[in-house]
């Protein structure tokens, strides 16, 4: 298993924002992240997939962005990540 999944989802249980920011190259990221819960019965879950709601990708030093209703990110392209109430 990818350790940047397990620590995204881990740290997520520990902070006050679900919005999580991510760094994918020359690529920013930023969504809510959804949380599938396999013990309430959703099973549709991927391991190694971050999936985020209301996402927002920037590519770094272009002011062109797009948004999209739901993104999946595989957790292995992910170089760096921090939640929205951590970032400065």
Known sequence: MCKTYDAIY???????????ICSLGNLKIEGQLYKCCKEMGQEKCY??????????VRWHESEY???????NIPSKHIRAFAFKCCEM
């Not at 190694?48 to 996402?55: F, N, P, V």
């Not at 962005?65 to 993104?71: D, Q």
């Open 47 to 56: 391991e190694g997939i971050i999936t985020l709601k209301d996402a927002i």
């Open 10 to 20: 881990e740290l997520s249980k520990h902070t006050e924002s679900d919005v999580l």
């Open 65 to 71: 962005r797009k948004e999209y209703k739901w993104l």
